[in-house]
């Protein structure tokens, strides 16, 4: 029996690529600050070392706080919140 990774990304990233080459990040994707209270949209790009989970791609979420460089984010899906720590690459403002 082979050992393998069932990872985040493992066996269905196909439909997820909507291009070939991989998107280009500059200084001011990755320095980007925001406040506590402002309405922010999850967008994954870029680095897939610490990419959020895609069910929250797209997703509107207010900054509860700032962790390290990362932001402590909560989103409502349906009547749950959930609370989610994503760097600031991944966050657009809504």
Do not use: C, W
Not at 21 to 39: A, C, E, N, W, Y
């Amino acid at each position: 029996m082979s050992m393998r990774s069932h990872g985040l990304f493992v066996g269905k990233t196909r439909h997820l690529a909507r291009h070939h080459k991989p998107s280009r990040l500059s200084v001011r994707h990755v320095i980007k600050s925001f406040s506590v209270g402002d309405r922010v949209a999850i967008i994954p790009k870029g680095n897939q070392k610490n990419i959020p989970h895609p069910r929250y791609r797209g997703r509107i979420g207010r900054v509860v706080e700032k962790r390290g460089s990362a932001y402590v984010v909560e989103v409502k899906i349906m009547s749950a919140k959930r609370t989610l720590v994503v760097p600031s690459l991944h966050l657009d403002k809504a």
